[in-house]
């Protein structure tokens, strides 16, 4: 079994930044891409970014693109999403998961691990 433990949510005022932490414990991770997805209250849960197995190959939506940056530290066991210039709109219960190969994927069937999510609040 997998254990995903996400940290590092929070409130910040819009324009600010946080890293957000996802700490994966019981069977190794290394071999395996991570990926960050979140939801909105009423929404479904959307693609944030991936990073492949080595962290070579790097995924971010579109509406993350250059304000957001995932990372891994596989001797950590620990996936890592700094995001800067925060929004209002980037309001959502963050979610790490675990893929289901070493190369990521943008869709939610992909992954078969999942943490219980930390909560990221923007105020305008």
């Known amino acids: 079994q997998v254990q995903l433990v996400e940290s590092g949510g929070g409130l910040v005022q819009a324009g600010g930044s946080l890293r957000l932490s996802c700490a994966a414990s019981?069977?190794?991770?290394?071999?395996?891409?991570m990926g960050w997805f979140r939801q909105a209250p009423g929404k479904e849960r959307e693609f944030v970014a991936a990073?492949?197995?080595?962290?070579?190959?790097?995924y971010y939506a579109d509406s993350v693109k250059g304000r957001f940056t995932i990372s891994r530290d596989n001797s950590k066991n620990t996936v890592y999403l700094r995001m800067n210039s925060l929004k209002p709109e980037d309001t959502a219960r963050y979610y790490c998961?675990?893929?289901?190969?070493?190369?990521?994927?943008?869709?939610?069937?992909?992954?078969?691990?999942w943490g219980q999510g930390t909560q990221v609040t923007v105020s305008s």
């Open positions: 998961a675990r893929a289901k190969g070493g190369s990521g994927s943008y869709l939610t069937v992909g992954y078969d691990y």
């Open positions: 019981g069977r190794s991770s290394s071999s395996y891409a």
């Open positions: 990073a492949s197995w080595s962290g070579s190959t790097i």
